[in-house]
């Protein structure tokens, strides 16, 4: 059982880390903002601060739960298994457009020859893998992928210095607040808010580590991550051409040479692509096995993983026909996502403080103990 496994600080910070910045370090973020987008990132991760609090304040009112054993101990059998089944729908949906994220950048990128299903099952099996192996190994593998990917980060930047102009991010504050506000709300919901996903896999947390410690230092490591490629694309590239590219990292170290040896850098942003996408698919679809084994009481999660992976293909394949659907479908997840985000898990903290208090004064005694 996934209680059975335990995490360490550092290991669920790598999680929490490269999740962030998963999917972002492939479609590049969000431009609306024109040349003070970057500003709109660092309010983006200011406005995260709150949910990640509110977070880390469930997992620590029960400590050694899940999200989904929170819901069911809190809310009851009936509603917790509908907030369940919501998370759950959440997930995989998160899942399908976070595969097709990678898979349309794999063909569009490096092998466009290559039907999207083919590529869509491999990197769900690998996943998939991951994914059986448990929250131990996968974080593991985020604790090993992560200094690597930091270091290509850093590099790529270094060796974009010569093609930076800083002109291409004054002058500041000439868009509107509204505007800015408007984007980081954007940014916000993709990608901060949505580490809402370890949740699921809180129980593994040693409960001498702190929740606080842990979401903080993963929203800001991620977040600084972030901010430094969408800066590195910003000061390459500009504006108006980031806003009209499908992968503004890609198209911005594509044009970058080292000295005259004509290597181009994409092949390390791709690199970049793989280490997170495959960590940030794991979780995904670790979470959602986990949840639907809660849901319908199945002993062992790893044994839905396949039919979860199944789903979620289906699900890449079926609403995202094309990558202009895979980018319109990521503005129409900005709107929906937050009931996810902030409102369920709002619900749920409150739910929580409110059973935590009657405990404590002895008003429900017989639950003492699953807390």
Known sequence: MINKESLTTRQSICIIVLFVFGSSAIVGGEYGAEQDSWIAVILAIVM????????????????NNDLFDISLKVFGNIAGRIIILLFVLYFILLSSLVLRNFSEFIQIGTLPETPQLAI???????????????????????????????????MTIIFCMPAMRLSYIQPVFNTDIKTIFVVALKVLSFPFAEIVLFLPLASSVRKKDSPY?????????????????????LLVLGAPHLKNSLFPSYSALRIVWIGTFLTR????????FYLGGFSKISACILASSIGVAKLFNVKDYKSTIIPICIIAVTVAIIIYRNVMEMFTSITIYNYYSFFFQLILPAI????????????????????????
């Open 213 to 233: 410690k842990i979401y903080l230092l993963g929203l800001i490591f991620g977040g600084l991550m972030i901010l430094a490629s969408f800066l590195r694309n």
């Open 348 to 371: 749920i903290w409150v739910g929580a403080e409110i059973k935590n208090r009657k405990m404590k004064a002895g008003l429900n005694p017989e639950n003492q103990q699953d807390s």
């Open 120 to 154: 869509l099952v491999l990197f769900v099996l690998v996943a998939a893998y991951i994914s059986s192996k448990g929250i131990q190994v996968l974080g593991k593998w985020c604790a090993v992928a992560l200094p690597i990917t930091a270091s290509i980060v850093g």
């Open 48 to 63: 995260a601060i709150p949910l990640t609090l509110m977070y880390a304040r469930i997992m620590k009112l029960y400590p």
């Open 265 to 272: 850098l994409d092949a390390l942003i791709t690199s970049n």
